[in-house]
Nanobody, 125 residues
Framework: VQLQASGGGLVPDGGSLRLSCAAS????????IGWFRQAPGKEREEISW????????WYQRSVKGRFIISADNAKNTVYLQMNSLKPEDTAVYYC???????????????????WGQGTQVTVSS
């Protein structure tokens, strides 16, 4: 199982970015994919989930209405469109897979080792 996040960069306050999460090594449609972030000195937090099978989404309150999670099943890729970015969104962003193919909503566990390298998002004020 491999997931690789990409698409980060430096954007001004109010800007937009689209992150990509390329997945491989498992049956993509059977799982949920989540986006997480970790800011300097803070714990990693979950920000969004997507059920690939039925398209259900979940967002953390701080990003709801600004971020949109979606998938291209043909490419085994999940996207995170981030709009109206704020300096407090600055973090390393990771994607990961749900631990099991039967899961709560949002999923309560993540497959260990599926985090990947992450991609840095920096929002300048």
């Amino acid at each position: 199982v491999q997931l690789q996040a990409s698409g980060g960069g430096l954007v001004p306050d109010g800007g937009s970015l689209r992150l990509s999460c390329a997945a491989s090594g498992f049956n993509f449609v059977d799982y949920a994919i989540g986006w997480f972030r970790q800011a300097p000195g803070k714990e990693r937090e979950e920000i969004s989930w997507l059920s690939i099978l039925d398209g259900s989404t979940w967002y953390q309150r701080s990003v709801k209405g600004r971020f949109i999670i979606s998938a291209d099943n043909a490419k085994n890729t999940v996207y995170l469109q981030m709009n109206s970015l704020k300096p407090e969104d600055t973090a390393v962003y990771y994607c990961a897979r749900s631990g099991r193919d039967v899961y709560d909503w949002p999923p309560r566990d993540v497959l260990a080792g599926s985090w990947g390298q992450g991609t840095q998002v920096t929002v300048s004020s």
